[in-house]
């Protein structure tokens, strides 16, 4: 196994490697999930290379808005061989110091990344393992691991282009800041985490809001003196593998919970904003004769979200109580606002100049020429290794444990398929062994 060749410098520091023709292992995703998965590999001592369409950290840097910050503590970031060194654990990155953090990573132990490479095509290789065709022209290589993640197409509904050209449209994943949509009303659709922190940004800028509540479900940012993070930390909600879900599987299909780690970090409480003339909606169903129309779901919606919030603390008095542990009590949450009866469910086009689109992302993998797909294109893996012999998928939702998609759980995730790849590669320069062991 021969060794990648001299580097060269790139824009952010660290070096890459001349394209190859082949290499044992190639990594699609220059994030921190395929960085990850680079620093293991090299500990194992295999070759490899890392094939990024972009630059390093670009998702941090280009698709994230200017006040963005993380929703977990800075102490959950655990990228191998480098955890959060900074001055302030239980505080929250915002955007550019994530970016710092991902390309200092990077920086740290030079991998082997091929920038401005996207992979157009993965194909099965005319004597096994894999081709991988590039601008840059075509590899082969033993071993793929699909390190994109899996939010690569934005949602926005098919009837979007429909609303007047006048009203500005954006999805969050291209939302920057307030200044940036025109004067006037914003309605804001979704209330995962990207949805209700948009919300709130253009909230506190003084904006007038309307958002379509959606299902996503609420946490408490803090609770009987400490972050609910560290609480499920501390029982162990992290490292539950999806297989002990009680939705099995279809966990990975779920919206996260909305809290903000934003000012030192606090609940997003709706019915707060709406108290204070955010207007709020059930989800909102179409659009007809020059009407948005909502669903009559929004007191349900929110008293939903509200429940999720309430049993994770129902979960942490019971864990305080069985382990003996002394923290101060704190009253329950009492909700602030609801909507009355005939609660619009109707807001005229006429009454906004923007919408932004926090509607979700959708996964793409057409350029993938292997059968490791379900029927709703998501691939079949048991932690992460697919049903195809030598291709591996790395940093998606609930891949192994709910730390999976996070700074938290992206080390554990890779040292285990990096492990898992070696051990392939040895088998196979050493079948004889490998017969006998």
Not at 27 to 54: C, F, I, K, T
Not at 86 to 99: L, W, Y
Not at 287 to 316: H, I, Q, T, Y
Not at 381 to 410: A, D, E, K
């Amino acid at each position: 196994m021969s060794e990648p060749p001299e580097p060269t410098s790139t824009s952010w520091g660290t070096p890459r490697v001349p394209f190859p023709d082949h290499v044992p292992v190639a990594v699609v995703g220059g994030g921190q999930a395929g960085l990850s998965m680079s620093w293991y590999l090299r500990r194992h001592g295999v070759a490899h290379v890392v094939l990024e369409r972009d630059t390093v950290g670009h998702e941090w840097a280009d698709a994230r808005w200017d006040s963005f910050c993380l929703v977990t503590p800075n102490w959950q970031c655990r990228l191998p061989g480098m955890p959060y060194r900074g001055d302030d654990p239980d505080g929250f990155m915002v955007r550019d110091e994530i970016v710092a953090y991902v390309r200092g990573y990077a920086a740290s132990f030079d991998p082997p990344v091929l920038e401005h490479t996207p992979v157009q095509e993965l194909a099965p290789g005319p004597e096994g393992g894999f081709v991988l065709s590039t601008p840059a022209g075509r590899l082969s290589a033993g071993q793929v691991v699909l390190a994109t993640g899996g939010y690569h197409r934005p949602v926005v509904p098919g009837w979007a282009d429909r609303l007047p050209a006048r009203i500005a449209q954006v999805h969050s994943s291209a939302y920057r800041n307030p200044q940036q949509l025109p004067a006037g009303d914003v309605l804001v659709v979704g209330t995962g985490q990207s949805g209700a922190q948009i919300a709130e940004d253009l909230h506190l800028a003084g904006r007038t809001v309307h958002l379509a509540v959606g299902r996503a479900p609420r946490i408490a940012r803090f609770y009987r003196g400490r972050d609910m993070v560290a609480w499920l930390h501390d029982m162990g909600h992290y490292d539950v593998p999806v297989e002990r879900h009680r939705d099995g599987e279809a966990a990975r299909l779920g919206t996260n919970h909305y809290v903000t780690g934003r000012d030192g970090g606090r609940d997003i409480d709706l019915r707060a904003f709406a108290r204070e003339g955010m207007r709020l909606y059930g989800r909102l169903t179409g659009l007809e004769s020059g009407v948005l129309r909502f669903a009559d779901d929004l007191a349900a919606n929110l008293d939903a979200a509200d429940r999720v919030s309430e049993n994770a603390k129902d979960l942490v008095d019971r864990y305080l109580e069985a382990a003996g542990i002394a923290a101060p009590a704190e009253p329950r949450y009492r909700p602030v606002w609801a909507p009355g009866a005939g609660h619009p469910t109707a807001l005229g086009v006429d009454r906004i100049a923007a919408v932004v689109w926090s509607t979700g992302f959708r996964s793409d993998w057409s350029w993938v020429r292997v059968p490791a797909f379900d029927g709703r294109g998501y691939p079949t893996h048991t932690r992460g290794v697919t049903s195809v012999p030598g291709l591996s998928v790395l940093g998606l939702p609930w891949l192994h444990t709910w730390g999976s998609g996070r700074f938290s759980g992206i080390a554990r995730d890779a040292e285990h398929l990096a492990a898992h790849i070696a051990t392939q590669i040895a088998a196979a320069a050493h079948p004889a062994l490998a017969a006998a062991g």
